[in-house]
């Protein structure tokens, strides 16, 4: 493939619903435009775009792919990303270094989450959006009732420039109203014809307003329209250009990503109507990057994977200068140097060896040393920094455990090649539960985290549920004596002290005192009395949770002149805030999360009831958008484990939520009897073992 300057380059993301058809309209545009021989299948597993053992298996895309493919003197790189929310990440990657936005949605009234969810992230980056009505040869295809639901939702904004030929069954072609011009066939059988007299009136009418939106983008075009002249097709599609670059319109196009039809306008309008990078440069410190291959060096790392045998691949986006092999350059995020051995163009699967990679194209780098996802590539001159890429937190978490000891030795360095080409999964080690906790999108993320890591790296890991960390406090004061002594027929041991326990406000922790007078205990065993506080605490007193917020003082004790020892007063403190406990009314604290989920209007009522249900206390309600209400609430953590899951029931999967860790506060008594119980009854067992 030949290099293009930016002006002829166009950078566009298929996106739209899990199921929308959008790996297989990828699919006919590269046979269409002569980049394939042959058209692929989701289910025989030979898409050029989902080409992953996972993907294969699971008949989804789980990863954003580049395929790049030439129509008429430009090139254009589509980026298939996936439609599950699960994989948002990637969404949300590809909006930082594409112009545009191609939403596939089908031919139905009701408008699914994922086009929804598609358009935001389109809207928050100022990307010029277009939509594709796929699969019209459906039995149930309702293509009057999608363009109602559009038009409610986005007004006069949303503007037809085709329409469907035929009605479900007998859908066969595209009436193309820029050119007035009817496209039947499909892929590479194309053939044109004049517009039926069926056809006549509605496509005048729709022209119409087709003509009204394009004069609206330009102020000589406005003047000539309003003078009563008609506009002609370059003037039309210039008038289109601008208005989708400014987010004024939204065209409609239609066709089947099944059979094809419709593929080849599709890419007509790629190349005519939506923008370059020269169109839309990107703008670094308030001012255009120019998309020039001469200028400063900017090229940003929007994804990457890795790869057991190929090792790390970096893909990158240029905006400005240009990549070239051998290169030196510099990652600015890091201040490391890098140097650029391997360096090509992604073809989905394949790739092709590239010299160099210039302003406005995507290209990828293999084996580079220290650079990541949202890393900025430049020179130690330029020293050009973009900003780093705004991911969602995770809202769903498990444990795992590894399978077996060699499963173990491995596991580490297997999830952080994953946390690499991740950013939306993340791992922590929970010191409190003690258990090795994955955080994603919702479950079928996490299950396809656990999948690579078996067939990626060899790793099985066993899963559980993520216990919540609860902690131990008390409501109540008590003194209480350590007494350590054992003789065992030579040097014996013995630690003897009294302590005073009191509670303290939430958040403050542990504070240990020393108020020992008249060398009742040597100084030099204080010390080894609060370490053995201090680790009686970490283990808990009554439901093995550690203690926090509580002030121990010691005030009294005894020692041995032979005998005692900092071991003999570590275990005299452990004993002396067990004994303390026992009288101070401990209780169990629960973790309290706060709480933001955006819903329909529709959907609140169910949704604050539910809440309710997991004992959470409503904390307000604001409108965030039409339509759509924010509920703020606090809810403990034990009830909100697989809250991404029931919300996506609830809300049909158009409910979002965010949630941090707000505070701790007393749970209640019943449950508390429970995690008592049962810490009672697995400790019994544990004694019993030994």
């Known amino acids: 493939m030949k290099?293009?300057?930016?002006?002829?380059?166009?950078?566009?993301?298929?996106?739209?619903?899990?199921?929308?058809?959008?790996?297989?309209?990828?699919?006919?545009?590269?046979?269409?435009?002569?980049?394939?021989?042959?058209?692929?299948?989701?289910?025989?597993?030979?898409?050029?775009?989902?080409y992953d053992s996972l993907e294969i298996r699971r008949k989804i895309s789980l990863s954003a792919s580049v395929v790049p493919l030439e129509w008429h003197g430009c090139k254009i790189n589509l980026i298939d990303v996936p439609g599950y929310p699960d994989f948002i990440g990637d969404l949300h990657?590809?909006?930082?270094?594409?112009e545009s936005m191609i939403i596939v949605c089908e031919a139905k009234r009701d408008i699914d989450v994922g086009f929804e969810l598609a358009y935001e992230v389109a809207q928050q980056h100022g990307l010029a959006t277009c939509i594709f009505v796929n699969k019209l040869e459906?039995?149930?295809?309702?293509?009057?009732?999608?363009?109602?639901?559009?038009?409610?939702?986005?007004?006069?904004?949303?503007?037809?420039?085709?329409?469907?030929?035929?009605h479900q069954a007998a859908f066969s072609g595209v009436l193309d109203l820029l050119n007035m011009k009817v496209y039947k066939g499909k892929d590479r059988g194309v053939d044109i014809e004049e517009v039926p007299s069926g056809y006549s009136e509605q496509a005048s009418e729709r022209?119409?307003?087709?003509?009204?939106?394009?004069?609206?983008?330009?102020?000589?075009?406005?003047?000539?329209?309003?003078?009563?002249?008609?506009?002609?097709e370059e003037e039309i599609e210039?008038?289109?250009?601008?208005?989708?670059?400014?987010?004024?319109?939204?065209?409609?196009?239609?066709?089947?990503?099944?059979?094809?039809?419709?593929?080849?306008?599709?890419?007509?309008?790629?190349?005519?109507?939506?923008?370059?990078?020269?169109?839309?440069?990107?703008?670094?410190?308030?001012?255009?990057?120019?998309p020039d291959p001469d200028g400063p060096l900017a090229a940003f790392v929007f994804k990457t994977t890795a790869d057991p045998f190929v090792g790390k691949i970096n893909y990158v986006r240029?905006?400005?200068?240009?990549?070239?092999?051998?290169?030196t350059v510099l990652n600015v995020n890091r201040d490391t140097s890098e140097r650029l051995h391997n360096l090509f163009h992604p073809h989905g699967k394949g790739q092709e060896p590239a010299q160099g990679v210039v302003a406005g194209d995507i290209g990828a780098i293999a084996k580079l040393a220290d650079t990541h996802t949202g890393d900025t590539l430049s020179t130690s001159k330029d020293r050009i920094k973009l900003d780093p890429i705004s991911f969602p937190d995770p809202i769903y978490r498990i444990a795992i455990r590894p399978a077996t000891k060699a499963d173990e030795d491995k596991l580490g360095n297997a999830l952080q090649r994953l946390l690499e080409e991740d950013p939306t999964f993340q791992h922590t080690r929970d010191a409190a539960t003690h258990q090795e906790i994955l955080e994603g999108m919702g479950d079928i993320h996490l299950d396809t985290v656990i999948e690579k890591l078996k067939a990626k790296f060899g790793v099985s890991v066993l899963t559980e549920e993520a216990r919540v960390p609860y902690r131990e406090t008390f409501k109540g004061t008590a003194k209480a004596q350590g007494r350590h002594k054992r003789q065992t027929g030579?040097?014996?041991?013995?630690?003897?002290?009294?302590?005073?326990?009191?509670?303290?406000?939430?958040?403050?922790?542990?504070?240990?005192?020393?108020?020992?007078?008249?060398?009742a205990i040597p100084k030099n065993y204080i010390p080894a009395i609060e370490k053995g506080i201090r680790e009686a605490m970490d283990h808990g007193l009554v439901a093995?949770?550690?203690?926090?917020?509580?002030?121990?003082?010691?005030?009294?004790?005894?020692?041995?002149?032979?005998?005692?020892?900092?071991?003999?007063?570590?275990?005299?403190?452990?004993?002396?805030?067990?004994?303390?406990?026992?009288?101070?009314?401990?209780?169990?604290?629960?973790?309290?999360?706060?709480?933001?989920?955006?819903?329909?209007?529709?959907?609140?009522?169910?949704?604050?009831?539910?809440?309710?249900?997991?004992?959470?206390?409503?904390?307000?309600?604001?409108?965030?958008?039409?339509?759509?209400?924010?509920?703020?609430?606090?809810?403990?953590?034990?009830?909100?484990?697989?809250?991404a899951l029931d919300l996506r029931s609830i809300t049909k999967g158009r409910g979002r939520f965010k949630q941090t860790v707000s505070h701790y506060e007393e749970m209640p008594y019943p449950e508390q009897q429970t995690l008592v119980a049962e810490y009672v009854k697995t400790r019994a067992a544990h004694e019993s073992e030994h």
């Open 93 to 98: 990657s590809v909006a930082r270094v594409v």
């Open 238 to 290: 210039h008038g289109l250009l601008v208005g989708i670059e400014t987010g004024r319109v939204i065209p409609v196009l239609v066709g089947s990503a099944m059979s094809g039809i419709g593929v080849a306008t599709l890419l007509d309008r790629i190349c005519g109507e939506l923008p370059s990078p020269v169109d839309v440069p990107k703008v670094y410190e308030d001012k255009p990057l120019s």
């Open 318 to 327: 240029v905006f400005s200068g240009q990549l070239k092999v051998d290169q």
């Open 3 to 50: 290099q293009y300057t930016a002006d002829k380059i166009r950078n566009v993301a298929i996106v739209g619903h899990g199921g929308s058809g959008k790996t297989m309209l990828v699919e006919h545009v590269l046979y269409t435009a002569g980049a394939i021989d042959r058209v692929g299948s989701v289910d025989a597993g030979n898409t050029q775009s989902d």
């Open 207 to 232: 022209r119409e307003k087709m003509m009204d939106a394009a004069a609206e983008g330009d102020d000589d075009l406005a003047l000539k329209y309003l003078e009563g002249e008609q506009l002609t």
């Open 544 to 643: 093995g949770y550690p203690a926090i917020d509580f002030k121990v003082t010691v005030y009294d004790g005894s020692y041995h002149d032979v005998d005692s020892n900092e071991a003999a007063f570590k275990m005299a403190g452990a004993i002396a805030l067990r004994a303390a406990a026992e009288k101070a009314q401990a209780i169990i604290l629960e973790p309290q999360m706060g709480v933001e989920v955006d819903v329909p209007d529709e959907c609140v009522g169910d949704v604050v009831g539910d809440l309710n249900g997991r004992r959470g206390r409503l904390q307000g309600m604001d409108p965030v958008s039409a339509g759509k209400t924010r509920v703020r609430a606090t809810v403990p953590m034990a009830t909100m484990m697989r809250y």
């Open 490 to 519: 030579g040097k014996g041991q013995f630690g003897d002290c009294w302590i005073e326990l009191e509670p303290l406000e939430r958040g403050s922790g542990f504070v240990f005192d020393n108020k020992v007078v008249g060398g």
């Open 138 to 166: 459906r039995d149930n295809a309702d293509f009057d009732g999608l363009m109602d639901s559009l038009h409610q939702l986005f007004g006069r904004k949303v503007v037809n420039t085709q329409i469907p030929i035929g």
